[in-house]
């Protein structure tokens, strides 16, 4: 069994403690850093908006880079589990933003 490291992560000014294989550490922050980097610059772009905004609005931006860098190769099983993952993780920035 992979055992899991926690690591702190933040984005968009929030603080979240997640549980990652140590292989999958370097990637997971370096993804958390294009989120944040993408956040700044859609801030500095439409100014007005709200930290959930610009979180939604990176998210999109993220899933179409996925998809548009994958191309057809994604298989019906990467596919579901990628749009399962980001279900989870929209229901928990939804969560966090309402508390």
């Known amino acids: 069994m992979e055992s899991l ?8 000014d929030r603080s979240y403690r997640i549980k ?3 292989e ?3 990637h997971v922050r ?3 850093k294009t989120i ?3 956040i700044v610059e859609y801030k500095t ?10 979180v939604a609005m ?7 880079e996925v998809t548009a860098t994958s191309g057809n190769s994604l298989s019906a099983n990467n596919d579901t589990a990628t749009e399962e ?3 989870k993780l929209e229901v928990q920035i939804d969560q966090l933003l309402q508390s």
């Open 45 to 54: 772009s439409f100014a007005g908006k709200d930290m959930q905004d610009y």
């Open 58 to 64: 990176v998210l999109i931006w993220y899933a179409t």
């Open 20 to 22: 990652v294989s140590s």
């Open 5 to 12: 490291i926690p690591i702190n992560i933040v984005i968009g």
């Open 85 to 87: 993952a980001l279900k």
């Open 24 to 26: 999958h550490e370097e």
């Open 36 to 38: 944040n980097e993408k």
């Open 30 to 32: 370096r993804t958390v």
